[in-house]
């Protein structure tokens, strides 16, 4: 069973930075995407950034390539989100989520339809940017 553990949400002041982490356990040797999520009070979730496990290709939202990073370390069980630049428009609950999906899916159906594919979810961690 996939189980995923965020943390490192903090408040922080516009221009900041922040780094996530995702302890993930259980994860398969299949197909699948890893990656995080945000959902801002009174909004839909968004993907944020994801990676594709079987061939590394990552997959940023427009609202923040440029900013954001996404990393896994060596063992592949912890997922990382580099924040830098943070805007108050970044204030969000952040989810580290995970989906057994086939590995073209979001070059097929674009990156904001994994939101009703993926299947696992952690508790979430709050980032709030503000001065």
């Known amino acids: 069973q996939v189980q995923l553990v965020e943390s490192g949400g903090a408040t922080v002041a516009p221009g900041g930075s922040l780094y996530l982490s995702c302890s993930a356990s259980g994860l398969p040797p299949d197909s699948y995407y890893i990656g995080w999520f945000r959902q801002a009070p009174g909004k839909e979730r968004e993907a944020v950034v994801v990676i594709q496990h079987n061939d590394g290709k990552t997959y940023y939202s427009d609202s923040v390539a440029g900013r954001f990073t996404i990393s896994r370390g060596n063992a592949g069980n912890t997922i990382y989100l580099d924040m830098r630049d943070l805007k108050p428009e970044d204030t969000a609950v952040y989810y580290c989520?995970?989906?057994?999906?086939?590995?073209?899916?979001?070059?097929?159906?674009?990156?904001?339809?994994?939101?009703?594919?993926?299947?696992?979810w952690g508790k979430g961690t709050l980032v709030t940017v503000s001065s």
């Open positions: 989520s995970f989906g057994a999906i086939r590995m073209e899916y979001v070059d097929d159906f674009g990156l904001q339809a994994l939101r009703k594919a993926m299947t696992h």
